[in-house]
C-alpha cells in the first residue's frame, strides 16, 4: 500500500495487474514530457532524439506531449500494451506517469478518481 503525505486516499498497486490500464486509456489528454523526459525516452528505446520526437510527440503549445493511438473509442497512450496490460517504457517513464494517482488534482476529486482507478483505498 503506497500513501502520500496529503491524500485522502492511498494506493493498492496490486490492482493493477487486473485493471485494464485505466491510467493509460480511456479520454484523450495530454501527457506532458520535460527534455529531460525526452532523452531518458529516447534512449530507453535506443533512439535517436530528433526521431524519438517525431515519432512519438505532438506540440501543444509550448510544450510536447506524447501521442495517442485510438483503439476503438478509447485513447492509449502510444507506450501502452493492451497485449500485456502494460507500458514499454516504464522504467523511463514521466513524472506524470510515475506520480500516478497522487495528483493534486485529484486531492479534492477522490469519488472521480475511485471510478478510473481499482487500486484507490480509503485511510
Request: aromatic residues 14%; hydrophobic residues 30%.
Amino acid at each position: 500500500m503506497i500513501k502520500e503525505d496529503g491524500y485522502p486516499y492511498a494506493f493498492d498497486p496490486s490492482a493493477c495487474t487486473g485493471c485494464g490500464g485505466r491510467c493509460c486509456t480511456g479520454e484523450s489528454g495530454n501527457i506532458f514530457v520535460s527534455p529531460e523526459e525526452i532523452l531518458a525516452l529516447a534512449a530507453a528505446l535506443e533512439m535517436a532524439e530528433t526521431e524519438f520526437r517525431l515519432t512519438y510527440l505532438e506540440k501543444r503549445g509550448y510544450k510536447f506531449s506524447i501521442k495517442e493511438r485510438i483503439v476503438g473509442m478509447s485513447h492509449d497512450c502510444i507506450f501502452f500494451d493492451r497485449e500485456t496490460n502494460g507500458c514499454r517504457v516504464y522504467t523511463a517513464r514521466p513524472s506524470q506517469c510515475r506520480t500516478f494517482p497522487f495528483w493534486e488534482y485529484y486531492k479534492t476529486r477522490v469519488d472521480e478518481l475511485k471510478r478510473e482507478c481499482p487500486g484507490i483505498v480509503d485511510v
